[in-house]
């Protein structure tokens, strides 16, 4: 069984990867794992809740031929890059064949017109993605449907001179996770586009997250150490290294590595996150030393010992659990 689109970016013989998954073009790598592990459980045999012989086989198929040589392309470093570099030529395209596009759902033409296109998009995709894979008689019209959102959001973008770049997220827990990174996105000259390089540390910052998702912090760290030796510049992997580092209540390591990133990128996501938890638990400290300076001047010591230090700590406070 063949399953053809004609829809979004289909119509430009462009594989929509992102559509068929059921992500915004602009998804993480921990995004896009996520949300297959999703749709897996939904449409693999053993999991499948669908009903009679003919469903199940149909979802099967909807696995095996759509969702897993997409999730496998989306799922490869090199290959998810190229992807990349290649929505960055077709938005070109589509502003100069701007004129000549047609859009058939209502969803998309609403997009169209909307002033607050990031907002918007992630929420009319992720309406479109919750019931793509649960009735299967709509299910090749709901990816065309989340393609034509992606190639007015790729016009959008285009329109703002904005290259699409993939967001950097994190799983972590007890450090809330940075979503939006489309604020950080690079301007393009205009008639001069100019492709974002990949940086030889991506392949260890990729890792990193998904050590710090699954808070293996001690593989994270060890990964962005081998990422800043290829790239002793890369602020997104400093920034990373300095959640990993307060993770593991080494506030000094954190700030030099926090204040790297945001010297190189004063606009970095993480790196802004992270000087944010930097000044909250300063703000603590400060607020601690005062309450204890001012115990100490109402009270008599009794000998010359030291005061103990209280259970956990400053950071056993902050992120919810006392050194080991």
């Known amino acids: 069984m063949s399953f053809k689109i004609e829809q979004g970016l289909f119509k430009f013989d462009f594989t929509d990867h992102h559509a068929i998954v059921g992500v915004p073009v602009d998804a993480s790598p921990y995004e896009i794992r996520q949300r297959y592990k999703q749709v897996a459980r939904l449409l693999h045999p053993d999991s499948s809740q669908s009903e009679g012989t003919v469903d199940k086989e149909l979802a099967e198929q909807m696995l095996s031929k759509l969702v897993n040589p997409a999730y496998a392309q989306l799922s490869k470093e090199r290959n998810r890059m190229e992807q990349m570099v290649m929505l960055g030529h077709l938005s070109r395209r589509l502003l100069r064949e701007e004129a000549s596009l047609n859009l058939h759902s209502e969803v998309a033409l609403q997009l169209a017109q909307t002033s607050n296109l990031e907002k918007d998009y992630k929420s009319a995709l992720q309406v479109l993605a919750n019931n793509q894979y649960k009735d299967f008689d709509k299910t090749l019209d709901t990816i065309a449907q989340i393609s034509e959102l992606n190639l007015v959001y790729l016009l959008g973008k285009e329109k703002k001179g904005e290259v699409i770049k993939q967001a950097v997220t994190h799983g972590s827990s007890s450090i809330s996770s940075v979503t939006e990174n489309v604020a950080n996105q690079s301007v393009v000259k205009e008639n001069k586009p100019v492709e974002q390089p990949a940086s030889p540390a991506d392949p260890y910052i990729h890792r990193a997250q998904d050590y710090i998702g699954n808070n293996n912090i001690a593989k994270a760290i060890l ?99 006392k050194k080991k």
């Open 223 to 321: 990964e962005l150490r081998d990422g800043l030796n290829l790239d002793q510049n890369n602020s997104t992997c400093h920034s990373l290294l300095g959640i990993a580092y307060l993770k593991q209540h080494q506030a000094t390591m954190a700030k030099v590595h926090i204040n790297k990133a945001l010297q190189l990128n004063p606009k970095d996501p993480i790196g802004l996150e992270g000087k944010q938890i930097l000044d909250k638990l300063a703000a603590r400290a400060a607020a601690s030393k005062t309450t204890t300076q001012h115990q100490s001047a109402q009270s008599k010591p009794t000998d010359n010992k030291p005061p103990e230090e209280s259970g956990g700590g400053l950071f056993g406070g902050f992120f919810g659990g």
